[in-house]
């Protein structure tokens, strides 16, 4: 079946501007999962959702990153007032039940974004 | 100290070679340890969980040491193909995602 897909693949922004980042989780996945990875480190994690609401958001780094998942699928991260410091690659995650302590997460191919 | 650690090798091991690979935590209430691996630009993908009592999946062994407080990774008769990054993730609650933490990764190398 389709495993997790995030669009787009590679953004390149300037900085001060507004971004999207768009995830398709593994269907019937109740858990979505936002991570940051930058080069040489492991995912960061972001913010979880169990269904439509946002059960953890305590990776957020400010308020200009907000995420919604407004049906339970689909999910965009939202970045405003993009910084240098923001480029790294984002991974979404999905899985069947959520953040329980033997959930398999499963990662989608991750959106690239620079900014400039 | 950072919660989860991982020494960031690279690991460079010839070809049918055992490798193990260690990874430490510092929260002894942990709940549950996973390896993932990811291939360069590619994503993270689940390699095995972490039992108590250990664990194999053909040439790899999975153990936990709660004494210690560390996990391993073994690998015996090494592949061109396992050459990848590890990534360690442990676990610290129960049902908080905030709590899975990734470790910054051990790269291996497999030469012919």
């Known amino acids: 079946g389709a495993g997790v897909s995030q669009t787009p693949s590679n953004k390149v922004t300037e900085k001060g501007k507004y971004v999207e980042l768009r995830c398709d989780p593994i269907s019937g996945h109740t858990a979505l999962y936002w991570y940051r990875q930058s080069l040489g480190q492991g995912p960061e994690f972001l913010i979880y959702f169990q269904g439509t609401g946002a059960a953890d958001d305590s990776g957020l780094p400010n308020d200009r990153f907000f995420a919604v998942r407004p049906e339970g699928s689909v999910s965009t991260l939202k970045i405003q007032r993009t910084e240098r410091g923001d480029s790294a690659v984002y991974l979404c995650?999905?899985?069947?039940?959520?953040?329980?302590?033997?959930?398999?997460?499963?990662f989608g191919p991750g959106t690239r974004l620079t900014v400039l | 100290r950072k919660e989860v650690e991982q020494d960031p090798g690279p690991f460079n091991v010839p070809e049918g070679a055992t490798v193990a690979f260690n990874c430490t935590y510092s929260n002894s209430a942990s709940q549950s340890f996973f390896w993932y691996r990811q291939d360069c630009r590619k994503e993270p993908k689940l390699l095995m969980s972490v039992y108590s009592s250990g664990n194999e999946d053909g040439r790899f062994t999975a153990q936990l040491n709660r004494a210690s407080q560390y996990i391993s990774l073994l690998i015996r008769d090494s592949k061109l193909s396992d050459s990848a990054t590890y990534l360690c993730v442990v676990n610290t609650g129960y049902s908080s995602a905030s709590k899975i933490i990734f470790g910054s990764g051990t790269r291996l190398s497999i030469r012919p």
């Open positions: 995650a999905s899985s069947l039940l959520g953040a329980t302590s033997t959930d398999t997460q499963y």
